[in-house]
């Protein structure tokens, strides 16, 4: 006796939950290898549980020798939550801009060792601040809290704002009436790979600055790709901020060479935008070494003499 369709299909074994990454453009990526989350569920509308995965060999957020996630990785990890949260959870609507106002992170080293397999995360986040206009979210303030294993991995907190696409228009056409350049953008001459923490040249996004003052504070000038792949994921008018805290990092690894630094700790404040094509000056600020062999590094933006981003980084050197 044969049976019915739907006694065929009540027949049938349950289909596996299976995982996927999220909408990458919930996360404001091009590109769906770029997307590191998985999943979303709302606790109470003010607390969310995330998770994720990163993948054992990216091609750029892992350490040097390829046994590590890179620290960074934890900040993209960071961005791209509060992001998706304000889109499928607050409501902003696709369309709207981000502006990264400030992100920190904080992670033991040795819990970002890649192991056999793609590391699976949770990540809770919780929204301290909302601040609504027209009853969309304007700007948010945000903790999170990354595990790995049920393990702590990192902990850290940011807070962006949302622009509407009119309001940014407006914006970005006044930042476009600028004074003509005093001096030329400089051409990309990037520092050697190794100095800045990273196996290959076209990842180094600084460059020796010229007619730099001996003995003053060390300094570079931001020269990224603006075909990498991953910095710059999708287009826009204005250099991304894990471009600058890439830059930071960089700069931090350079004044530390030939020793290897590891940002295992990051505070990082943006004042303003950085413009694409004009000249940004990344100077290291202050250095000060800890016990042990931990060292933190301080390192500014500045752009058409104004700052541009400040970054705190604290790890250990090798």
């Known amino acids: ?32 290898a770029e997307v590191f989350l998985t999943g979303c569920d709302s606790r109470d509308g003010m607390n969310f549980a995330l998770t994720g995965q990163w993948p054992r060999a990216h091609t750029m957020f892992r350490s040097q020798d390829g046994t590590s996630h890179d620290p960074l ?55 301290t601040d909302i601040v609504r206009r027209r009853g969309i979210a304007s700007r948010v ?7 790995r294993g049920g393990r702590s991995l990192a902990g ?60 003053g504070s060390p300094r570079w000038l931001l020269t990224p790709d603006l075909d990498h792949p991953i910095l710059f994921d999708h287009k ?6 894990m471009v600058l805290l890439e830059a930071a990092r960089q700069a931090a690894c350079a004044v530390m060479a030939p020793r290897t630094f590891t940002p295992a700790a990051a505070a990082n404040d943006f004042h303003q935008y950085a413009e694409l094509d ?19 590094v301080e390192v500014t933006g500045h752009q058409d003499g104004k700052n541009v981003f400040t970054s705190v980084l604290t790890g250990p050197v090798d």
């Open 141 to 147: 303030a945000f903790e999170f809290a990354l595990r």
């Open 73 to 127: 990785q934890i900040a993209e990890t960071f961005r791209q939550a509060g992001i998706y949260v304000s889109h499928v959870e607050l409501g902003v609507p696709l369309g709207h801009n981000f502006v990264m106002s400030s992100i920190t992170y904080t992670a033991d080293p040795e819990n970002l060792r890649i192991a056999s397999g793609p590391t699976d995360f949770d990540l809770d986040t919780r929204c």
């Open 156 to 215: 850290g907190t940011g807070q962006i704002s949302v622009i509407p696409p009119a309001v940014y228009n407006r914006l970005r056409q006044n930042s476009a009436a600028q004074p003509p350049l005093t001096e030329p953008h400089p051409a990309r001459n990037p520092l050697p790979p190794a100095m800045v923490g990273r196996p290959f040249t076209t990842d180094v996004v600084l460059s020796p600055a010229p007619g730099a003052a001996p003995g």
């Open 236 to 241: 826009g008018d204005h250099v991304p901020g």
């Open 1 to 32: 006796m044969s049976l019915t369709t739907a006694e065929a299909r009540t027949a049938l074994p349950a289909a596996p939950r299976l995982t996927s990454t999220v909408a990458k453009e919930y996360v404001h990526r091009d590109s769906v």
């Open 278 to 296: 004009r000249p940004c000056w990344i100077e290291v600020t202050r250095v000060e070494h800890e016990s042990g062999n931990m060292v933190t």
